[in-house]
């Protein structure tokens, strides 16, 4: 009888610590959820497929996570900063300079060498420091794949020299669903994210022929009715110019070449430094994280929306709602707008930002049980109905995985 009374104490304990590990909550528009530590990290997810890691494995579910019958051994899926499922089921995920590619469930990987436009391969530099290589693949959106002309785009930019060393800043892109990468755009040598300790004579990072500089890319997105790929960087002016452009690309099949137009180029308090770009409707929507120098005690920051022919015309621009924080995260499908604030730059412990009814009303959220966190790499919803993103410490370590689900 004791041992029984033990042992019913034991499981009542562990489901206690279980439950205080996994967290549950709702809001007026959504249900959220956080799945305990100890359970896959899910990087992302695509109707019913999820991709996760977990200690040294790497996992694939085709149920939302529910089970896990693929696994596979990866010594370095700690270090996994970027991963998408694509149309046809394969896998491409990266670690922190190292891209590979799955076919047949994670029964096998093998590594993906990109390709410079010209055909050579584009290796990553060596690093004064091997414990930081760069963040060569890693993206703040996390949503990547398009219909251009009847078939899947794969096409991202890689958010870097914030953590892990420094690395060139970079668009990438692929037409046959990963087994080939290539690269779209490269922006050139920013002298303020370069190695530490490098010498003088070492190769600074980046295209050396492309004057245009920038800390990292935010967001890369396609317009179906334009047939144009957007993308929008960060950061600020160092002294070296403009960190903050607007690019406007549109891709050749036939030739297999890109023709790459700026917009738009500024300093960093400005509507333009932004993230977050959706078409909807004919217009596009974007989301800023304006952070330099108020003017007037002001900064340029909201959800803004106008026609992609008025992008350089503030005045035709239609502020939707304006978070009063940084924000450079942002999705809408269904009509249902999910966008994050900026934990660092905001009162906000966890802050989350809705509209379900296309930008008319919009709520505020914060989810206080998880704070301090910033979410990250939003994922379209899976066949479940749940939209998936990433929290991060402070503003990019890696921390837990956060769930939402409209409620109507």
Known sequence: MIQRLNLFCFVILF???????????????????VPSADEPYIDTQRGSKAFALLGTKIMLSEDCGKTWPHTADFAEA???????????????????????????NLKTHR???????????????????????????????????????????????????????????????????????????????NPKFQQKGAKPEDPMLGDPANPLIA??????????????????????????????????????AAADQWDWKLVISVNSNSRFKCGGLNFIDGQICWIADANGLAIANRYDRGVFQCRPQDITDTTKHTLLFNPGYESANMLHEDGIYVATHCAPASPYGCGIIWSSDSGKTWAQYDLKELAPRSGCRI???????????????????????LFLKPKK
């Not at 996994?22 to 809001?27: A, K, L, R, V, W």
């Not at 149309?87 to 922190?96: D, P, Q, S, V, W």
């Not at 997105?221 to 002016?237: K, L, M, P, R, S």
Request: hydrophobic letters at 35%; glycine letters at 10%; proline letters at 3%.
């Open 15 to 33: 489901a206690a610590q279980a439950s205080a590990a996994y967290i549950t909550g709702e809001t007026e528009h959504f249900l959220y959820r």
């Open 78 to 104: 700690q270090d996994i900063t970027f991963s998408v499922i694509l149309k046809n089921g394969n896998i491409l995920f990266a670690t922190r300079q190292r891209l590979f590619l799955s076919t047949d």
């Open 111 to 189: 590594e993906i060498i990109v390709k410079r436009p010209d055909g050579t391969d584009y290796l990553p530099h060596t690093p004064v420091d091997p414990k930081n290589p760069g963040w060569y693949f890693h993206s703040l959106d996390g949503e990547h794949c398009f219909e251009v002309g009847g078939r899947e785009m794969l096409v991202w930019g890689n958010y870097c020299n914030v953590l892990g060393g420094s690395v060139p800043v970079n668009i990438y892109y692929s037409t046959d669903s990963g087994e080939t990468v290539k690269l779209a755009y490269a922006f050139g040598q």
């Open 215 to 252: 800390r990292h890319i935010h967001n890369v997105t396609y317009h179906a009715a334009e047939n144009a790929f957007y993308a929008v960087t960060g950061d600020i002016d160092r002294g070296h110019g403009n960190e903050v452009h607007w690019l406007r690309g549109t891709y050749d």
């Open 379 to 401: 994922n379209a919803k899976n066949s479940n109905g749940w939209f998936r993103m990433d929290l991060r410490k402070g503003w990019i370590e890696r921390a837990e995985v």
